[in-house]
């Protein structure tokens, strides 16, 4: 079983609709979770982090942490094209060392 | 400054040259990582140093050398490649290592030097 697990998709959402991204992780120790977005070329940007199981709300991003599941997500709300990019769910185990998932292509259709 | 700096953007080289990468912050971050990413797949922790000292070393072959000469700066000297280690090597840091401090662990990456071995 891999350390973190996304579905590579590729995910399609029409613009102004939630695209809503998923994670599951192995290590019940993990604490520190993120969310980053790569643009094709670049580099990772950080949109969130999450410690604490529920909500955290950034503006048009959610994401979301259940730790009884192992499951942490991130909603994209209002999706505008600018939002197509490949996401990258991240996970720091007792390790210390940050594991990332193999990412979730979206696209977002005008 | 909130930025992580990587030099050059883009090498070249044989298999056969020496070069470094270079990454610099000013952010105060007690932290710096490297870390390999092919096309399509994610990061690959390489290197991880916590106040100037190697504390993970992800068993990357030993022509790959990383040095912290200060807590800005972090190097990666380059030795004998193979054309298999051509890739996208990024820069990040953070803050320090501590678990539930908030944001203490949260990696700021650097642009990326793209590299081609030929």
């Known amino acids: 079983q891999k350390e973190v697990e996304q579905n590579s998709g590729p995910l399609s959402v029409p613009e102004g609709a939630i695209a809503s991204l998923n994670c599951t992780y192995s290590d019940r120790g993990s604490q520190s979770f993120f969310w980053y977005r790569q643009y094709s070329g670049k580099s990772p940007e950080l949109i969130m982090f999450?410690?604490?199981?529920g909500d955290k709300e950034d503006g048009r991003f959610t994401a979301q942490l259940n730790k009884a599941s192992q499951y942490v997500s991130l909603l994209i709300r209002d999706s505008q094209p600018s939002d197509s990019a490949t996401y990258l769910c991240?996970?720091?185990?007792?390790?210390?060392?940050?594991?990332f998932g193999q990412g979730t292509r979206l696209t977002i259709n005008p | 400054d909130t930025e992580v700096t990587q030099t050059p953007k883009h090498l070249v080289m044989g298999m056969t040259n020496k070069k470094s990468l270079k990454c610099e912050q000013h952010m105060g971050h007690r932290a710096m990582y490297w870390y390999k990413q092919k096309a399509k797949k994610p990061p690959e922790l390489m290197f991880v140093?916590?106040?100037?000292?190697?504390?993970i070393n992800e068993s990357v072959p030993s022509r790959f050398s990383p040095e912290c000469p200060n807590s800005s700066l972090l190097n990666l000297h380059l030795h004998a490649l193979q054309p298999e280690d051509s890739a996208l090597y990024l820069c990040a840091s953070s803050p320090g290592l501590q678990r539930g401090v908030s944001g203490a662990n949260v990696l700021t990456f650097g642009a990326g030097s793209r590299l081609t071995v030929l």
């Open positions: 991240a996970v720091m185990p007792g390790s210390q060392k940050l594991v």
């Open positions: 140093y916590s106040y100037e000292k190697l504390s």
């Open positions: 999450i410690y604490s199981n």
